[in-house]
């Protein structure tokens, strides 16, 4: 068995064939979804306590810490961090 190896293009939504549209907005729930991971763990709370801080059920903050990207929008996980207190800033860069 020949195994061949691919580099990747730095954008690993993109290496699986994604559209830099789609990419993009894989890239931005990705790190979302994280930062609410983030947050959860430094505070040391239960997903339970972390539904009631960020307004959703339990089994949506199951889904996050799962990393179940497909099933949230941009707007529900910035809501998400808006109601645990955080603060979301973004940056818009030039194409090269």
Do not use: C, W
């Not at 830099?20 to 990705?30: F, H, M, N």
């Not at 961090?81 to 194409?95: D, F, N």
Request: glycine share 6%; aromatic share 6%; no cysteine.
């Amino acid at each position: 068995m020949d195994n061949q190896i691919t580099e990747s293009s730095g954008d690993v939504f993109k290496d699986f064939g994604f559209s830099q549209e789609q990419s993009d907005k894989l890239t931005i729930k990705s790190y979302l979804m994280a930062e609410v991971e983030t947050y959860i763990k430094k505070k040391g709370i239960t997903q339970d306590q972390a539904s009631k801080v960020m307004g959703v059920s339990r089994p949506r903050i199951s889904d996050v810490m799962r990393g179940k990207i497909d099933k949230f929008t941009i707007d529900s996980l910035v809501d998400m961090l808006t109601k645990a207190g955080l603060h979301i800033a973004v940056t818009v860069e030039h194409a090269a």
